[in-house]
């Protein structure tokens, strides 16, 4: 079924780090190593964005998601300090979550995934092109004032509202 | 190419061990990371549809482009929440936040 | 070259960058001696034994330079592709960089009347 | 089809294909003897660089430096890693294993990795990417991350204060970084560093925009940890910051990963703004670009040691203020200029348009026009900053004043 290609085996690296990242995320118990689990599981994540030829977003994931985000929660468990080492990582209920879990990616197994499996799908299972659209062109989609011209201008406006906020939840009230 | 379900089946299992992160960790650092887990699932979803459905179309890019600023305002707020209610609580364990509980 | 193969350079290039750092420490790890004692494996801290918890906390000045980052480096990666198809833009187009940047500014302006920028 | 083997440094593939050896394994041979090239390259070189700086170092300050091992002391560098190999490691108690010996591996790592997609010239470069400004600014950005793992796995006060030390640095410079990388990208309409080069064939991009080479320059220069923004080491202060725990090769390797990192960037540098391989005759003999290139990189390179020498170190304080009050402020506005004088220009219709990127003359009047916005907006900035130096030196001066006339009321008192 499966030709065994570099890109296949690729493929199963990506996807070995990011649910492998995934499930130690959530079962360590030391938060720092939770960090670089989610950092492991992003990079996978990367990976998949190169296979699925948009290069911009892989480096995006690597800079915004690694760089920043991971930087930042990795400041916030140090800042949170004596909370690295709970002594009882998940609640009571965590079987209960666990079934949660499992019955919705059951759904999404049986909802969405199973009408694509295999060859007998609707949806193609091979790209209709092996031309995609490049940078450049996401680039004059977003200043379009036909296309995205208006999400690009409210996703800077929701970033600026996020710092304001975060800076006014987060500073020492003594400090002002 | 590795075919589209193979993917689909990744990113689905990325958000279901990510709600079970939500559901089940104490810590509120922990719940955050797996939000974040949850919305990189969606952005590999959106990338993979747009790769196999419209890969001419610019759509997919720009909205897994935006989900990645969603991602970001949420890590910001989020943990500057946390942080503020450790500040008074000194605690990061959700289930110690019962203020409104009366 | 085709986009899957620059990334299958780029793949056998960090397993390369990933082993040369590794082979001096294996190396290392053969030839040098290892005669550790309690004292050689202190902590290094002026002679003196760590009191308390490593993992102290700090203040919360760090978070807020990381969050400053955060925010200015998802809105710079937005500008890339906006930089890369500038020679095909119009003046419409700057006007929605320049208001972009505006917005991105404003939040600087705001983070440096409210002090912190400040180091305290 | 046999494909013709032209230039065996150039096509390897091709060449073992023509000489019978299955097309997917030679690829794959071709691909390996290009990243083993590539990547053996800046660990060969800092070897030397390492000679340079003492050298340099000495010279600065009337020594001789290093000149028993091998002429001139060339050797001492390879005695320096042999006995850095033979030396007893040391993990302390207490320390996460696995992160603490995983840190060093991704601090050198990450900046090895920069060097897949620097082209040397026409030909030689390891992998054209479409986004290589951008891949070099994340896999820099991972550098961060292997000292936070050092900082925080060594399980001791001073390393995690100087891990955050060293992080609230790297991540503030790296926004006029970023901003002023934006400048060649907007400008030659790519991200990739082959077309950015190419596209300085006429006219290299510093003269297009000065101050976001200036900007590159200082903004590098924090990013690698080099004086006046050593903090990273800070030695006097930090007791080394958050390498303190770290003895032996894993010491050697983040030493070595600082030294690479300088010479990376002086290579990204002259790549982005000072043409890269572009000299004369580089078409005819492709290996001269190499030549060129690492002579432009070697002068930002020794600019970068006399500023090591030349200057003190800065507060932490006055280093994040300069960066946010200073820096970013005017990256922000010279992104503005910049791309409002190269719309100007293009809507002029003087840009040099297609099929004369190559032609210095053609370059000239918008180079004239770029420049010269770029020298007001240099002489503006510089106007502002000496005001306000001049107001906080007459504040600072009245307050010196008053105390000073306040201690001898003291004393006359007593």
Not at chain 4, 32 to 50: D, K, Q, R
Request: aromatic residues 12%.
């Amino acid at each position: 079924m499966l030709e065994l290609n570099p890109q296949t085996i690729a493929f199963f690296i990506f996807a070995v780090f990011g649910l492998g990242g995934a499930l130690g995320l959530v079962t360590t118990r030391n938060l720092i190593h939770s960090a670089l689990y989610l950092i492991l599981s992003l990079f996978g994540g990367a990976g998949f964005f190169v296979l699925l030829s948009a290069p911009f977003l892989a480096a995006v994931q690597v800079l915004v998601y690694i760089g920043a985000i991971a930087i930042l929660f990795i400041f916030a468990v140090m800042l949170t300090r004596g909370m690295t080492r709970l002594k009882e990582v998940v609640n009571r209920q965590w079987w209960a979550s666990a079934a949660v879990g499992a019955i919705l990616f059951a759904l999404l197994l049986t909802g969405v995934i199973l009408p694509v499996w295999g060859d007998g799908g609707t949806n193609p299972n091979q790209p209709p092109t092996d031309l995609v659209a490049t940078t450049e062109d996401l680039g004059v989609a977003l200043v379009d004032g036909n296309q995205y011209v208006l999400p690009f201008l409210v996703s800077s406006l929701l970033l600026t509202g996020a710092m304001i906020g975060a800076i006014v939840v987060a500073r020492d009230q003594e400090v002002s | 190419m590795v075919p589209l379900w193979m993917y689909l089946i990744v990113a689905a299992g990325m958000f279901s061990i990510g709600v079970y992160g939500v559901l089940s960790r104490r810590n509120a650092v922990a719940i955050l990371m797996s939000v974040e887990l949850m919305l990189n699932a969606i952005i590999i979803n959106l990338v993979a549809f747009w790769r196999y459905v419209t890969p001419t179309n610019m759509s997919g890019q720009a909205f897994a482009a935006f989900v990645f600023v969603v991602a970001a305002a949420e890590a910001a707020i989020g943990l500057a929440i946390v942080l503020a209610i450790y500040r008074n609580r000194r605690s990061t364990v959700v289930e110690d936040v019962n203020l409104l509980k009366g | 070259m085709n986009l899957i193969n620059e990334w299958a350079f780029i793949g056998v290039f960090a397993a390369v960058a990933w082993i040369f750092p590794t082979l001096p420490l294996v190396v290392s790890w053969v030839f040098r001696p290892k005669r550790a004692n309690a004292i050689k494996l202190q902590t290094y801290e002026c002679g003196v034994e760590t009191v308390g918890d490593t993992w102290v906390q700090f203040k919360v000045q760090y978070y807020l330079y990381g969050l400053v980052f955060l925010v200015f480096d998802v809105e710079l990666v937005f500008l890339f592709p906006w930089a890369v198809a500038y020679n095909r833009l119009d003046f419409f187009a700057f006007g929605a960089g320049l208001l972009f940047v505006f917005l991105l500014t404003d939040a600087l302006i705001y983070a440096w009347r409210k002090k912190a920028l400040e180091w305290l | 089809m046999p494909t013709q083997c032209l230039d065996i440094l150039n096509t390897p593939a091709a060449c073992l294909i023509s000489s019978g050896i299955d097309p997917g394994l030679a690829e794959f041979i071709g691909i390996l003897l290009g990243v083993l090239a590539v990547s053996i390259a800046p660990l060969v070189i800092v070897i030397g660089l390492i000679w340079v700086e003492r050298k340099f170092a000495a010279r600065v300050q009337d020594r001789i430096g290093p000149n028993r091992v091998g002429p001139l002391g060339l050797l001492q560098t390879v005695a320096d890693a042999l006995k850095l190999i033979t030396k007893e490691d040391i993990t302390p108690a207490g320390a996460d294993r696995l992160i603490f010996n995983l840190a060093p591996i991704v601090a050198v790592t990450s900046v090895v990795l920069m060097w897949a997609v620097i082209p040397f010239s026409p030909y030689h470069v390891g992998v054209d990417l479409s986004i290589g400004v951008l891949y070099v600014a994340a896999v820099g950005s991972i550098g961060t991350l292997a000292i936070m793992m050092a900082g925080w796995s060594s399980n001791n006060k001073y390393a995690l204060l100087g891990a955050f030390r060293v992080v609230a640095q790297l991540v503030s410079y790296e926004v006029p970084m970023v901003l002023a990388l934006l400048i060649p990208v907007l400008l030659a309409g790519s991200m990739s560093i082959q077309e950015i080069v190419n596209s300085q064939r006429g006219m290299w991009f510093f003269f297009f925009s000065p101050i976001a080479a200036i900007l590159l320059f200082i903004s590098t220069q924090a990013e690698a940890g080099r004086a006046p923004f050593d903090l990273i080491e800070a030695e006097s202060e930090l007791v080394a910051g958050y390498n303190i725990e770290y003895s032996g090769m894993k010491f050697g390797l983040f030493f070595a990963g600082e030294f690479v990192h300088v010479l990376t960037n002086g290579l990204m540098l002259a790549l982005l703004f000072f043409g890269g391989w572009v000299g004369p005759f580089v078409d005819d003999a492709p290996l001269l670009g190499v030549v060129y290139l690492f002579a432009k990189g070697a002068v930002f390179y020794v600019f970068s040691l006399l500023l090591r020498n030349a200057l003190p170190r800065v507060r932490i304080d006055q280093m994040l203020a300069f960066n946010w009050k200073f820096l970013v402020p005017v990256a922000i506005v010279n992104l503005i200029v910049t791309a409002g004088l190269w719309m100007v220009v293009r809507q002029l219709g003087i840009a040099p348009g297609a099929g004369f990127e190559n032609d210095f003359l053609a370059n000239v009047p918008a180079a004239a026009i770029m420049f010269a916005g770029h020298l007001l907006l240099g002489g503006i900035i510089m106007t502002m900053v000496r005001n306000a130096g001049r107001r906080q030196r007459a504040k600072d001066t009245t307050t010196t004043a008053l105390t000073v006339a306040d201690d001898q009321k003291m004393v006359t008192a007593q």
